[in-house]
């Protein structure tokens, strides 16, 4: 059960509503009057909560489950125990999710601006707008109705947010563009100078970075993140994109929508990622290349050329999923015979 001084539960609701909600089936139809008041996991769930059941590894956990209602693929239905309600997907996850979302929707801006923020007189600042104490919204900056802005948040001169947004604490945005519907977790730095120099023994000069970080709708950017503007043109992440907390996206690197970045990840300069690109944590990509829609990236994999759609890679250098496996074998092999 979530924690009451954390997380506002909403509620309760019973299973016809839970089915419209989440778009799964409810099995047994006589039991569309019945209420939940939680979510929670398969072990710890009672019959007031509702819960999941996914991955094969835990159908012993499912059997065994003492919660009121579960969702579940289809294939199992028959196997959850007695008294439980049974709603069926083929994605029980994505339905839970949805479910889950309802009895604990994200808060929403209360409008207020606290007297300890410093707002620009030139800062336009639309409807129901949340701005926390220490937070600071520079000349010129735009922010979009129903927008919260977190404690010690910096929004640079100049800077755009759109509608619906939540900036976390300690966050700074400098030279960038943000859709609706963004999430940006505390720490984050964006639109700071990208790593550009003229290299040379007499010094390394900087390059001025002139371009932006430009970020579309329903975009999620982890905890002490980082992504550098671009040099001249722009940093650009597409709608949809989740990345992860501690990720380092360099100059010019442009993300086609849904991609999903691991922790840990860093991506350099001018690299383009086609959509729904997957990087597993701690994965390298060099500058310059450019990843095919689909392609997938195994954690602490280092990627030196060019992906198709769907290739999937691992190892570093990365080389083709099955052939990594084989050296994997083969490294083995030769291990256990030298002992």
């Known amino acids: 059960m979530a924690d009451p001084r954390f997380f506002k539960r909403k509620g309760p609701f019973d299973a016809a509503e839970i089915a419209r909600i989440s778009g799964a089936t409810l099995v047994q139809t006589t039991g569309e009057s019945r209420s939940f008041v939680d979510v929670a996991p398969l072990q710890v769930a009672d019959e007031t909560c509702l819960s999941f059941f996914d991955n094969r590894k835990y159908v012993d956990a499912f059997v065994a489950s003492k919660a009121g209602a579960c969702f579940c693929r289809p294939e199992f239905a028959d196997r959850a125990p007695e008294g439980m309600l049974v709603f069926t997907s083929d994605d029980p996850y994505r339905a839970y999710a949805k479910a889950a979302t309802a009895f604990y929707p994200a808060e929403p801006a209360n409008g207020d601006i606290s007297e300890a923020a410093y707002v620009h007189a030139s800062a336009r600042i639309g409807e129901n707008v949340q701005i926390d104490p220490g937070a600071v919204i520079e000349e010129g900056a735009e922010i979009g109705a129903g927008t919260r802005i977190s404690a010690n948040a ?24 943000v859709g609706n519907l963004c999430i940006i977790h505390s720490g984050a730095r964006i639109g700071q100078d990208g790593f550009g120099f003229a290299m040379g023994q007499q010094g390394h000069l900087k390059v001025p970075q002139l371009g932006r970080v430009v970020i579309g709708n329903d975009v999620e950017i982890g905890a002490n993140a980082t992504i550098d503007r671009g040099a001249g043109p722009d940093t650009i992440i597409g709608n ?31 690299t383009k990622l086609g959509h729904f690109v997957v990087a597993g944590g701690q994965a390298g990509i060099t500058g310059h290349l450019t990843l095919g829609d689909g392609a997938k990236i195994a954690a602490q994999a280092g990627v030196m050329k060019d992906m198709k759609p769907g290739d999937v890679v691992g190892g570093s250098p990365a080389v083709p999923m099955m052939e990594y496996h084989k050296q994997t074998v083969a490294l083995s092999r030769l291990i256990r015979k030298k002992k």
């Open 240 to 270: 949809g994109c989740r990345i992860d907390n501690l990720v380092q996206i360099g100059h010019n690197v442009e993300m086609g929508m849904g991609c999903v970045i691991v922790a840990q990840v860093g991506i350099s300069g001018s």
């Open 154 to 177: 910096v929004i640079g001169r100049g800077v755009v947010i759109g509608a619906g947004c939540y900036i976390g604490p300690g966050a700074a945005l400098t030279h960038t563009l």
